[in-house]
Nanobody, 120 residues
């Protein structure tokens, strides 16, 4: 099995910054991509940003220019640097790892979620 552990959530003022970290562990054969999703009350979970093993990235329009995703393949880790945060960024953030573990196929593994609150 693959385990995904997140850290870095918390309370931050508008305009501030926060850095989320996520690491995957367990029986990992390969990782295709890692990403961050978020979900606010009453809304569907949405993709914030993701990154492939080769370094290709994509971002939601709402965070382009403010957030940066990066990864450390050697550590099976992914990070999300969030700058110029807005109240609209308040949500539970989830780390996702698209990986092949002991199975023949890749599966999506999720972290437990971490609360990010942007408020004065």
């Amino acid at each position: 099995q693959v385990q995904v552990v997140e850290s870095g959530g918390g309370l931050v003022q508008p305009g501030g910054s926060l850095r989320l970290s996520c690491a995957a562990s367990g029986n990992i054969f390969s990782i295709n991509a890692m990403g961050w999703y978020r979900q606010a009350p009453g809304k569907q979970r949405e993709l914030v940003a993701d990154i492939t093993s080769g370094g290709r990235t994509n971002y939601a329009d709402s965070v382009k220019g403010r957030f940066t995703i990066s990864r450390d393949n050697a550590k099976n880790a992914v990070y999300l640097q969030m700058n110029r945060l807005k109240s609209e960024d308040t949500a539970v953030y989830y780390c996702n790892v698209a990986a092949r573990g002991s199975s023949w196929y890749a599966e999506a593994y999720w972290g437990q979620g971490t609360q990010v609150t942007v408020s004065s």
